[in-house]
């Protein structure tokens, strides 16, 4: 079965400080990985999504970059840290669904990141 | 562009019947998804409409109407682990748009 990872779960960073956050996949190859972030009571906002190795959209304009080195990890990076950046990151992938026909979004356990 | 609508709070008792709507504007559609979520965990998959009608699974269903643009979840028998948000989303292009959620407080 295919199964996700992320880490870490929490972090509290400085502002101005660099930012790591890590998912892999297992049970699966060549998914189709995404970063989300959510704010406190909001929607999802999608910030990159990646099809391939390498191969990375973004979708805000934002201090946040990412890169899939391997078919499945995927890593969201900051050099400095802002204030604006506190948030629920989420990161899931995207199946067919045999039973449905729908594109299912998987996600990770997630990462509440605070910048103080 | 993709926007989604969606009431902020509902609030319903054990036992009864919620509905939540929701209309969507998009430049593409393939369908019409639910996810839930409950408080500090990640979203999970509930359902799906490509099609109109109405799609059931067990206590959940879930309706679509393109030509109006519109889409319901129906959660019936409310459970009080029921609490939780619920957000609709649309996909095009391998990418996921979400609603910005309505909370479901379910009170005994």
């Known amino acids: 079965s295919q199964t996700i990872h992320q880490w870490p779960a929490t972090l509290v960073q400085p502002v101005g400080s660099p930012l790591s956050l890590e998912c892999t996949v297992e049970?699966?190859?060549?998914?189709?990985l995404y970063w989300y972030r959510q704010a406190a009571g909001r929607g999802l906002q999608l910030l990159f999504y990646?099809?391939?190795?390498?191969?990375i959209s973004s979708e805000v304009p934002q201090n946040l970059s990412a890169s899939r080195p391997q078919d499945r990890q995927f890593i969201l990076s900051s050099k400095k840290l802002l204030l604006s950046d506190s948030g629920f990151y989420l990161c899931?992938?995207?199946?067919?669904?045999?039973?449905?026909?729908?594109?299912?979004?998987?996600f990770g356990a997630g990462s509440r990141l605070t910048v103080l | 562009g993709q926007s989604l609508e969606q009431p902020s709070e509902v609030t319903a008792v054990e036992g009864a019947i919620v509905q939540i709507n929701c209309t969507y504007q998009?430049?593409?559609?393939?369908?019409l998804s639910w996810y839930q979520q409950h408080d500090g965990g990640a979203p999970t998959f509930l359902s799906y409409?490509?099609?109109?009608g109405l799609e059931e699974t067990g206590r959940f269903s879930s309706f679509l109407s393109r030509s109006d643009s519109y889409g319901y979840l129906l959660l019936q028998e409310l459970q009080m682990k029921d609490s939780a948000s619920y957000f609709c989303?649309?996909?095009?292009?391998?990418?996921?748009?979400f609603g910005s959620g309505t909370k479901l407080n379910v009170k005994p």
């Open positions: 899931a992938w995207d199946r067919d669904s045999l039973l449905s026909g729908a594109n299912v979004l998987t």
């Open positions: 049970g699966t190859s060549n998914p189709n």
């Open positions: 990646s099809v391939g190795i390498g191969q």
């Open positions: 998009t430049s593409g559609f393939y369908g």
């Open positions: 409409n490509a099609l109109d």
């Open positions: 989303v649309t996909y095009n292009f391998n990418k996921f748009y």
